[in-house]
């Protein structure tokens, strides 16, 4: 309905008053100083409750701050890993919040994401910090989209930063995973980074490893450990590896070492029996891993890189690429995109057994007497770096 109002300085307005459908449903109320112009709205209103498309003139009135609030209690803390929830919460409170949390979801068009991506690149925020922000927005917009909050996502028309291309990896042979182990201080030390370097795993499912999944020819994954909580795997699948003999060896001598622990137990565990926090893989790889590595002669490596030696062991054994990249867990179009170069440098050679190539690195490496696990290993990882 239309009401012609008369404010106090003499001026008349026009009223459009309408309901949405649906029970229960809210007034609305908008002003028009012209009554040609309130005549036209109440006859698109009436278009629109017709045809159904009554309830999208309201959508999208909330502020982004109010839907990112609903986003992340509905679907980000149900459905994400704790660790990109941390990334995200900073990412958010940093960049986003300030510059975009006080827009209504309908006034967020492509030119209000460009001109944002624009003020972060006059701040000199890099390029892969750009890129994830918008990737971030992007999920939050596009859950408002799913939902019916909003029509399109606008983030989607916007470029993003190109992904900067990364350094070709290039895999620790035996001899060097070797020269590392022997410098671990413990047996406990030394067995993890052989499950890294001669399984592949990365290090949040090698810390998430329980004895029952090592089995006799294989090591089943299907966990991951991130900020001390035990949740999925990366890939959200699980899969297994092959047991490389040497490996078995040395899980079986750490098992014994430690006192023979039960199936549901963790191989790597903190003192007291439960998944490390972050700090305790921070300690352990700045203060134990990384000073070693150096001394080794291995330069400034990280954990996650051994790997590689896993997955170029696999191809020196003439491993099909949907072998290597099942093992690895990758999709076989991201271990080609990855390890491409490694097949093309091993093109034309012999294969080489994964084992013996293990075994003969470890012949060839002095043999120091590593001493047991001690009580020392009893104490709080953030004394030890463990």
Known sequence: MIEKRTLKNGRNVYRVRWRDAG??????????????????????????????????MENG?????????????????????????????????????????????????PAVIAEFADELRNERVGAP??????????????????????????VAAVRKPAQARSRAVRPLTPTMVEKLRRRMPTERDATLVSVLAYAGLRPG???????????????????????????????????????????GSDLKKLRLRVGRPGGEELVF??????????????????????????????GAIRPYDLRHSFVSLLIAERRTIIDVARQAGHSPTMALNTYGHVFDELEGTKPASAEELIRKARVSQVRPQRRAVSSKENKNPAERGF
Do not use: C, M
């Open 269 to 298: 565990p903190r003192p007291d029996g439960g998944p490390w926090l972050d700090t305790d893989w921070r300690n352990w790889r700045e203060r134990v891993f990384q000073p070693q590595a150096k001394a080794a002669g291995l």
């Open 23 to 56: 029970r229960g449903s809210g007034e609305h109320v908008r002003s028009f100083d012209r009554q040609k112009d309130a005549v036209t709205f109440e006859t698109d209103i009436r278009r629109r409750k017709q045809l159904g498309e009554l309830a999208e």
């Open 129 to 154: 910090t750009i890129r994830k922000v918008l990737s971030l927005l992007q999920g939050i917009l596009g859950r408002a989209v799913v939902v019916g909050r909003i029509k399109s996502n606008p």
């Open 61 to 109: 009135r909330e502020t982004l701050d109010e839907w990112a609030r609903e986003w992340w209690q509905s679907y980000a803390e149900p459905n994400l890993a704790a660790n990109t929830l941390v990334y995200y919460a900073g990412a958010w409170d940093k960049h986003i919040l300030p510059r975009l949390g006080e827009y209504e979801l309908r006034r967020i068009t």
């Open 205 to 247: 499912e090698a810390l998430a490893l329980t004895w029952a999944d090592v089995g006799k020819r294989t090591i089943l994954i299907e966990r991951s450990i991130a900020l001390g909580e035990v949740k999925e795997t990366k890939t959200g699948k699980s899969r297994s590896v092959r047991l490389l003999a040497p490996l």
